[in-house]
Structure formats: C-alpha cells, structure tokens
C-alpha cells in the first residue's frame, strides 16, 4: 500500500509526513546536496585552519599531575602533537557541582587511542587544586591524564572551556588552534546523532516544524534528576555521573552559592 501525507489514514501528528520510499529517497537526495557542500566548505575551513600561524611559548612551564609537578613538554609524551581539553572547575564544590557542560565534553573523550595512533596526546587541564581534581577524576572514572594548571598563564592556562591544539618541535612548544562553545561540538558525537533525528536535540532555539515537541532551554539534557528527568532543578546532576558508583541524590548538589 502506497501512503501519502495526504492519507489522513496515515499521516502521524507532531510527527514527519509519511511517504512511500521513493519520495523519501527524492527528498533525501535533494538535502544530501546541501550535506556535501556543507562537507566540502567544512573540508576547506579545515585546510585554512592548518594554514593558521602558531605562538611560541615555554613549554617548560610546570602543571601538576598525579606524580606531582611536570613539565607542560611531558603532556605530548614523546608526541609532537598534543590537543587538550580545558575543563572549568569550581573550588570546593561536590562533585555534581561541576561544570555539567565540561562534563558532557570530557566524557566524550574518555579514550584518545585514535588520537594517539596517528601520533597526537591527549590531557585535560583544569584550574582546580590537584587533590580536589583526583578525586573527581577518581569518581568520573576517567582514564586519560588531568592536570591542573592553577596559576598557569595562557596558553597553557587561562580561560577554561576550550579544546585547544599544540605542536612540539623538540624541545619547543607553540600554539597552533583553540576553539569554545559550539566549536567544542566537534567532540561530541551523541549531539550529532541527535541531529539525525527527527526531533534533533530537543533544545528550544532549533529550527523545528511547529508541530514538533516543544524543546528546552540549550543544554536542558547536559543534567538530570535521578529519574533522568532532565532538569536544572535541585536534585540534578551531570548526566555521565549517575553511572558512577554511589551517584546517589545527595543534600549538597550544587557549587555554593550557585542556583539556576
């Protein structure tokens, strides 16, 4: 049987029209065009950006590591590339205090084994104290190598929330990319399948059909309650940490004096 959006049999409120297969294929192949220029211009910004002038910095700058105090040269181990992430951090704060968003960022890069096969490392840096950052790093499960970089002047420090790229020429360290906010997308693959639904990322500023599901506020999924009811509410936490062991709600969620 051949269904048409103007089946009323068939057609599915709040829902995409319903089709026989050879219009979705019409359909589908006139939005691939778009997808393959929008590759090919996301192909040639890639080629300006290995064009970018870099900035050269000492590398011997100490951060402080689980075996204490390294030098910043340590974190390509033996690599001549290194990208980073720098993740935000709020003193004293529980550990579903913490940043929800470098959270989402740093869980998406549990494992930089591809990174490391064509010859780049990988490190996260934050501006907490060492002994608050292990037992986070500790409690997340986390498996690639943080250090803090309190007190560190950029680039190694500074402002936090960025993924950022470096290039060693032996004992020389420089500069060569770094990018924030939805730049940081680029991590994270859950968001991009989102993007393959029919209800994308349930977020309020999307360009949806106005019979879709009414989205919220940006980021409304990043925390949720114990239920995984998304919600910057009082018994919310990062996402990732309710599969931590002992994720249980607590009375002292929350970075003092933060409220949303």
């Known amino acids: 049987m051949t269904t048409t959006p103007e089946d009323p049999t068939t057609a599915l409120s709040g829902r ?28 040639a910004i890639a080629a300006a950006r290995r064009r970018l002038p ?21 974190l390509f181990q033996g690599r001549d590339e290194l990208v980073v ?5 709020y003193d004293g704060a529980p550990h579903q205090g913490q940043c929800e968003g470098c959270t989402t960022t740093a869980w998406h890069l549990k494992d930089a084994v591809y990174l490391n ?32 970089v309190r007190g560190v002047e950029a680039p190694v420090g500074g402002d936090m929330g960025y993924l950022t790229s ?31 639904t029919p209800y994308g990322r349930g977020e309020a500023w999307e360009d949806n ?16 309650d114990a239920d995984g009811n ?11 940490q309710w599969t931590r062991p002992g994720a249980t709600p607590v009375e002292t969620l ?3 004096g933060h409220h949303h």
């Open 16 to 43: 995409p029209a319903v089709v026989d297969l050879a219009t979705w294929q019409a359909a589908r192949d006139e939005l691939l065009v778009r997808e393959k220029a929008h590759t090919h211009e996301g192909d």
């Open 54 to 74: 870099m900035v050269e910095f000492d590398g011997t700058v100490e951060v402080v590591g689980p075996d204490g105090p390294v030098p910043f040269l340590d």
């Open 85 to 89: 992430y720098k993740h935000m951090w």
């Open 117 to 148: 096969a064509r010859g780049v490392s990988f490190a996260v840096l934050t501006t907490g104290a060492w002994d608050e950052v292990a037992s986070y790093v500790a409690f997340m499960g986390y498996t690639q190598p943080w250090y803090s």
């Open 166 to 196: 470096f290039l060693r020429d032996g004992d020389r360290a420089f500069l060569t990319y770094s990018t924030t906010g939805r730049g940081n997308e680029r991590v994270n693959g859950s968001l991009g399948l989102l993007d393959m």
């Open 209 to 224: 059909p106005e019979d879709r599901p009414e989205g919220g506020s940006p980021c409304w999924s990043w925390r949720s």
């Open 230 to 240: 998304a919600t910057w509410g009082p018994t919310s936490r990062p996402v990732p």
């Open 254 to 256: 929350g970075r003092r």
